[in-house]
């Protein structure tokens, strides 16, 4: 049985007053992690009142700033939900209680639709009258489809339902998910020698693959232009394929049984794939593995026949032409990624982190220990800021004075010797200061003037 259920702290799963389910839900999910904050605390953060807790956008907020992983809040604003938005409800909350965070939701819970709890637990007792309450998804069942719930409001507190009905008492309102790698899985550190996006890495490993095969550049050219044609070089998963919703993925898609960046078919007939299972074919380098496969039977460095005929010889695509049309920018993508791979050097960009201390354009100490993850960097700047940190507060105060994490990182790494400030950047910095006056006033007060 593939069961999953996050800890927590058992002793407070009550709320403390009838209109605190917001707080007292974000309590529970941060407990998990060791941090006890009260309730009234977190009302404050959340600008609760006695109307309750506005939007549960608010929650991911908080949750973001004190765990330093980026909440999403998702809306599911028709009723009923549609089944792409189950589908995406059940992808978010594994990777979330994969990566080891609960995700809040904000449930309308009428007198036709009360929980109905399962696999041996008991029913909420919820009132005959509609109720607009907030609870903890902090567990998952997979053979039964099934979440656990946290209920800070009504006995027995702790109960299962099926996902169906948990994403009918959201429809109307919405969730929030951390986004976030799964526990327990390493994320090789990226240096100044990878380049940032994942597009750009999905690529590297097909160059690195095509190369590792003995893949002339033309036909390492025509697998870039089929995952551009396919998937723009976006990690597809698809409803279809249930496993593959729960492998880190971007993006999610429904035609047929297709996933991957080369969009490649999950199907099994007669104990043979016709391409690989789920796993293999979201792998940058197992899937890339599987066209060469195919494509090394070819004569595809034939140049009388069109680099698309031979992408169209092996994917078959109702659309052949495009393969031809995309071949001139996987030309340039290769030749960009290829030269950097060729000579050895380093991407020349600075960190893209608004609290950066240098614009060299190559990142060194704490911003390239980060890589070129500005999210990350800036989430840990942020939590240590709040935590009173100086050296984190001098850094995000210096943002909101203009100072170099302020510029514009584009522009440095086009070469303009004096970069613009980002209105944005130091907006969001302002922000940061603004929250810090309002939950830990000392501490901002020791950093005021000695900012850079």
Excluded at 142 to 153: K, L
Excluded at 155 to 182: H, S
Excluded at 193 to 219: C, F, M, W, Y
Excluded at 276 to 286: I, K, N, S, V
Aim: proline share 6%; charged share 20%.
């Amino acid at each position: 049985m593939t069961r999953t259920i996050l800890s927590y702290d058992k002793t407070r799963l009550g709320q403390d007053t009838g209109y605190f389910c917001g707080p007292a839900t974000t309590q529970v999910i941060l407990s998990g992690h060791g941090q006890i904050v009260e309730e009234a605390t977190l009302a404050r953060e959340l600008g609760t009142d006695s109307d309750g807790t506005d939007y549960v956008g608010l929650i991911a907020n908080v949750l973001s700033r004190r765990l330093g992983v980026k909440y999403r809040a998702v809306d599911i604003p028709n009723d009923p939900p549609s089944p792409q938005q189950t589908g995406d409800f059940r992808a978010h909350l594994r990777r979330s209680l994969a990566a080891g965070f609960g995700v809040p939701m904000n449930w309308i819970v009428p007198p036709g639709n009360r929980p109905r709890a399962i696999l041996g637990t008991q029913s909420p007792s919820y009132p005959a009258y509609n109720i607009y309450h907030y609870v903890a998804a902090l567990g998952y069942d997979a053979d039964n489809d099934a979440v656990w719930v946290v209920d800070s409001g009504f006995w027995p507190r702790e109960y299962w339902i099926t996902l169906t009905q948990c994403v009918t008492l959201i429809a109307g309102k919405g969730y929030a998910y951390a986004d976030a790698a799964p526990a327990g899985v390493e994320v090789p550190p990226k240096s100044d020698q990878s380049p940032v996006s994942s597009k750009d890495r999905h690529a590297l490993a097909t160059i690195a693959e095509g190369r590792r095969r003995n893949i002339t550049p033309r036909g390492i050219k025509i697998a870039l232009a089929t995952q551009l044609v396919e998937s723009n070089l976006v990690m597809y998963a698809n409803p279809k394929v249930p496993e593959s919703m729960a492998i880190p993925h971007e993006a999610v898609g429904s035609d047929g049984r297709s996933v991957g960046t080369f969009q490649q078919q999950v199907v099994s007939e007669n104990g043979r794939w016709w391409w690989g299972d789920a796993a293999t074919c979201m792998d940058p380098t197992l899937s890339a593995g599987l066209f060469f496969d195919r494509l090394a039977k070819l004569d595809y460095n034939n140049e009388s026949r069109s680099p698309g005929s031979f992408a169209q010889d092996v994917q078959r695509s109702a659309y052949p032409a495009r393969y031809d049309e995309r071949y001139a920018d996987a030309e340039a993508l290769y030749n960009r990624l290829a030269d950097i791979e060729d000579k050895g050097d380093s991407v020349l960009q600075t960190s893209r982190s608004i609290y950066r201390t240098s614009n060299n354009r190559t990142m060194t100490g704490d911003d390239a220990s980060f890589g070129a993850d500005a999210t990350s960097h800036m989430n840990w700047v942020e939590q240590s800021a709040i935590r009173g940190e100086l050296w984190a507060l001098l850094l995000v105060k210096a943002t909101a004075n203009g100072g170099v994490g302020a510029t514009k990182w584009w522009e440095v790494n086009a070469g303009n010797p004096n970069p613009a400030v980002d209105p944005w950047a130091v907006e969001k910095a302002t922000n940061v200061l603004n929250y810090i006056q309002a939950v830990n006033p000392a501490a901002l007060e020791n950093a005021i003037g000695k900012a850079a």
